[in-house]
């Protein structure tokens, strides 16, 4: 069977932003992994990055990380997941970013974790053998998401097939938002029709990160309304008549995808 790796930096990137296409795969016998980069638990947490829990109503006690983890599992056995792979590296947050402006700037010169980083997903990528890897866009500008695109670009995929996804709820907020700049050039738009049941799988694994979702959504039923509405548009775009997922992948390998994927306006 084929396997496809979904690569999320943070513990409910993948799920927001292509769950209907992860669930979709997983449906049609594909072996699905969902590999998540910044997952490390840091003690004690305190200025902007306990504020980062505590906005979301989470005591300084919880172990933030910990939590999401455990809704991050939740959320994969909604998809379909095969397996679930955590990375222990840090959030921005952690790592000397110390403001909201902060997380949509620059990269600061002491944050080295794109050199951490490209070892481990070097490995990764050799022991899953993936014919097929989802990765972000950029979309929304933050810097956890450049890092690991970063790290991409060092790594590099000349040969495999690279699905960039749309960073969501970024494009909800700013629909005309445009990509990291660490986005490669020349790529063609594809989409993912998405079935009722791909859909309601990707509103669950959503809705399963319940720390979240108040905060990106609005609460539950916001998080069904605006994923639906979502999709819906997504799918008038890619000029289809019924909801979907785009992406953007690079012309060689525009006819090589899943089945059912399209190519998109």
């Not at 019924?242 to 089945?259: G, I, K």
């Amino acid at each position: 069977m084929p396997t496809a790796l979904f690569i999320s930096p943070h513990l409910d990137d993948v799920a927001f932003s292509c769950g209907g296409t992860f669930a979709t795969l997983a449906q049609a016998g594909w072996q699905c992994v969902l590999l998540t980069v910044f997952t490390r638990s840091v003690p004690n947490p305190t200025g902007f990055a306990l504020a980062c829990q505590t906005d979301k109503g989470l005591v300084p006690e919880v172990d933030y990380l910990a939590l999401r983890r455990a809704e991050d599992t939740a959320a994969a056995q909604c998809l379909g997941a095969i397996a679930v792979r955590w990375l222990d590296l840090p959030e921005a947050p952690h790592r000397g970013y110390h403001s909201p402006a902060a997380l949509f700037a620059e990269p600061l010169p002491t944050d080295d974790v794109v050199e951490d980083l490209v070892p481990i997903l070097t490995a990764e990528l050799a022991s899953t053998v993936p014919q097929l890897v989802f990765v972000p866009q950029g979309l929304g500008q933050h810097i956890d998401h450049r890092r690991v695109m970063q790290a991409l670009q060092v790594v590099g995929l000349p040969t495999l097939p690279i699905l960039w996804y749309r960073d969501t709820p970024y494009i909800i907020r700013q629909p005309d938002a445009e990509p990291a700049p660490e986005l490669p050039t020349g790529l063609v738009k594809v989409a993912m029709p998405l079935s009722t049941v791909a859909l309601k799988a990707k509103v669950a694994a959503a809705q399963a990160y319940a720390s979240q979702i108040d905060f990106q959504f609005g609460g539950a039923d916001q998080t069904r309304v605006k994923l639906a509405q979502l999709a819906a548009a997504e799918g008038q775009a890619a000029g289809l008549e019924q909801v979907a997922e785009r992406f953007a992948v690079a012309p060689v390998h525009a006819d090589a995808l899943p089945s059912g994927m399209v190519r998109g306006n």
